[in-house]
C-alpha cells in the first residue's frame, strides 16, 4: 500500500466516521445509558481505527455501526465486572465487620486468661515477666537487679511464658455477665 492509498483509506475512514458520528453515539448511548461514556466510546474507536493501517470494510458505515455496538457490549461487560468485584469486595468488609466484635470479645478473653495465669505465677517469675514485657528491661539488666544469674531469669521467663500459651490453648469458656442473655 502506498502512502497515497493510505491516506485515502484515512480521509474516507475520516469523511464516513463523522457522517455516522451522530448515529453511533445515539446507538451507544441507548446500550449504555450514558450520552458522555457514549460520546467516549466512539471517540476510542475512531482513535482504535485510525492507529489501523487500513480498514477493509466495503460498508464502512455498517462496519462503523456494528463496531460502535460491539464497544458498547463490551464497556457494559467490563462495568459488570467491575461491579462484581466492588460487590464483592464490599460483602467481604461487611463480614469482617460483622466479625469484628466477636473477634474483640475472643481477644479481650484471651488476655482475661492470661492475666489470670499471670496471676497465678510465683511471685519473682511474674515480675522477672513484667519487668521484661512491660518494662523493656533484658535478662541481663533483671538479673543484676534481681542478684540472679541470667540463666534464672531465663528459666523463669521460660515457665511464664509457658504458662502464657497454656492458658490462650485451653478450649475457650466464655464468661456470662449477669443480665446478658444468650441469643
Known amino acids: 500500500m502506498t502512502d497515497s492509498d493510505n491516506d485515502g483509506a484515512r480521509a474516507r475512514l475520516l469523511q464516513v466516521f463523522l457522517a455516522q ?13 450514558c450520552r458522555a461514556t457514549a460520546s467516549d466510546l466512539v471517540q476510542e474507536l475512531f482513535l482504535r481505527l485510525w492507529r489501523r493501517p487500513e ?7 455498517t462496519y462503523l455501526l456494528r463496531c460502535a455496538g460491539n464497544l458498547a457490549i463490551d464497556h457494559l461487560r467490563s462495568e459488570g465486572s467491575r461491579e462484581r468485584v ?3 469486595s464490599l460483602a467481604g468488609d461487611e463480614a ?10 475472643e481477644v479481650d478473653h484471651d488476655l482475661q486468661r492470661i492475666e489470670t495465669a499471670l496471676r497465678a505465677l510465683p511471685e519473682r517469675t511474674r515480675q522477672i515477666f513484667l519487668l521484661n514485657r512491660i518494662h523493656g528491661c533484658t535478662y541481663g539488666e533483671i538479673a543484676k537487679a534481681m542478684q540472679l544469674s541470667q540463666s534464672a531469669v531465663e ?3 521460660m515457665r511464664a511464658l509457658e504458662a502464657c500459651k497454656a492458658s490462650i490453648a485451653e478450649p475457650a469458656t466464655f464468661i456470662r455477665r449477669p443480665g446478658s442473655a444468650r441469643r
Open 55 to 61: 480498514v477493509k470494510a466495503q460498508a464502512l458505515d
Open 155 to 157: 528459666k523463669h521467663m
Open 86 to 88: 466492588a460487590e464483592a
Open 21 to 33: 458520528r451522530a448515529r453511533m453515539e445515539a446507538m451507544v448511548n441507548r446500550r449504555v445509558g
Open 96 to 105: 469482617a465487620q460483622a466479625q469484628a466484635p466477636e473477634h474483640a470479645l
